[in-house]
């Protein structure tokens, strides 16, 4: 009778070891999961404002055509860094002494450029925002002071679109001009190069 009731205790004690080790199990298999979780909210959160800052970027490409596409006199003049918030010529490393088009470096929040949104959808884009400039397409040196001719087809078209030419009138041949734009997850007057994550876009277009 003794012996049975000592091999009882014994079971009992190896029991409630047995209990703690696998809570103890179960509480790490837990934190580790949450841990995986946090990590893919994060990435994926990641992603999204990556791929909306490229939109941004992309919008700064989409205004400086149209932009293009209505002037009339196009000259090279200052540096594009006395204007820029934060698309630095620092960015393209294909530049060598920026001369930026008739002076002008642009720059809008996304939330004003969209009238046909919520209020929620406004404060959400009033987050990213883009700035660009534009150059003569720089030569081998990286230079922007001297056009360069290219020659295209004689049609004419009505707008400007990438690596093709926007003709005003007839002929064969057209100015090559370079976009630099530069979007970023922040309203412009707070976009910071070494803060925010920024995303910089070139496209080439001919124009006549």
Sequence with gaps: ????????KNQKGFAIALA??????M??????????????????????????????????????RVWLSTETSLTPRGNPDNQAKFCKTDFFP???DAKVINDRVSRDNLDDK?????????NKLSNYSYE???TYTPDKNGLTQNQQEITV????????????????????????FT??????????????????IIVRLIQNVVLK
């Design 1 to 8: 009778m003794l012996l049975k009731r000592k091999k009882f």
């Design 20 to 25: 703690l080790l696998m809570l103890v199990v």
């Design 27 to 64: 509480s790490l298999m837990g934190a580790t999961l949450m841990v995986v979780a946090a990590g893919d909210h994060k990435r994926n959160s990641n992603i999204d404002t990556s791929q909306q800052v490229f939109y941004a970027a992309e919008s700064g490409l989409s205004d400086a």
């Design 94 to 96: 294909n530049l060598t």
């Design 114 to 122: 969209f009238s046909n949104m919520s209020q929620d959808e406004k």
């Design 132 to 134: 660009y400039f534009i």
């Design 153 to 176: 087809a004689s049609d004419t078209g009505s707008s400007i679109a990438m690596d093709t030419s926007y003709k005003s009138q007839g002929g064969n041949s057209g100015t090559r």
């Design 179 to 196: 976009i630099f734009s530069c979007g970023c997850n922040a309203s412009y007057n707070e976009c910071k190069e070494n803060k925010n």
